[in-house]
């Protein structure tokens, strides 16, 4: 052995390529999520341009014919599926973010998510009951 | 004991992070039941154009929509410029946090102005 070999060497990274998250199923669930946020952005943006819209009758009733059409609608369920994937893989991670401890023992994570779970569904159908009541 | 403080460097990740994880939340508690409201209920002729309007104009539905128009932008800033710093965007992080952030702060403000001169 040389003296060279024996130097402590740099380490070095393998070359990732951005196609990275093709190579395995849980990469490919895990772009999935990171994936929401732009639906989340999108559904903003919708929501820019109905409040936007609110103060001029004429403007919100063309808005409104609009949010009818099944363009509207279609996006609107893509949404809706990538939204709800959101809300079970952020409500899952709860009981990693939030540890309680009841004296010397730990809350358990199933009892911390299906509380956040709860709310969840209970605001839903406040709004529901408000919007439609 | 405390570290001098020349060993650890000073990161606004904390402050970003906070946000991204308020938004999370908003939008996971909040968004899909508006989703159903605007995209189903609405074309099923369940919730009329008035009742709408008037959900929007109500002082609770100001606030509802203001954190539902904010907070999220700031997930969605945070969750996509690091997404795209995986898929090879690195280098230019800083400058996408820029971007992000500041399109978050934009799209806050103008929420705030339309929900404010309603």
């Not at chain 1, 772009?31 to 943006?45: K, S, W």
Request: proline share 5%; glycine share 6%; hydrophobic share 55%.
């Amino acid at each position: 052995m040389t003296s060279r070999e024996l130097a402590p060497r740099e380490y070095v990274q393998p070359i990732r390529r951005s196609s990275w998250w093709l190579s395995r199923g849980t990469y490919f669930w895990f772009m999935i999520r990171e994936l929401t946020a732009l639906f989340v952005f999108i559904y903003v943006l919708f929501l820019l341009a109905l409040v936007a819209r609110a103060p001029s009758s004429d403007s919100f009733t063309r808005f409104f014919e609009y949010m009818k059409s099944p363009t509207s609608m279609g996006w609107h369920l893509a949404v809706l599926v990538m939204v709800l994937y959101h809300t079970v893989t952020f409500l899952n991670l709860t009981p990693k973010a939030i540890v309680l401890w009841r004296g010397e023992q730990k809350v358990p994570p199933a009892a911390i998510a299906s509380a956040h779970y709860i709310v969840w569904i209970a605001v839903s159908l406040t709004v529901l009951w408000i919007a439609l009541g | 004991m405390s570290a001098p403080a020349s060993k650890y460097k000073k990161s606004n990740e904390p402050f970003w992070w906070s946000l991204f994880g308020a938004g999370g939340m908003v939008a996971a508690l909040l968004m899909p039941v508006a989703v159903v409201l605007t995209g189903i209920l609405v074309p099923a002729g369940w919730l009329s154009q008035a009742k709408l309007l008037e959900l929007i104009h109500h002082p609770i539905g100001r606030l509802y929509l203001f954190a539902l128009i904010s907070l999220p932008l700031f997930h969605w800033a945070h969750r996509f410029r690091f997404t795209l710093m995986d898929l090879g965007l690195k280098r230019i992080g800083g400058l996408l946090g820029v971007f992000f952030y500041g399109a978050a702060f934009a799209g806050t403000a103008m929420g705030a102005w339309y929900l404010v001169r309603l």
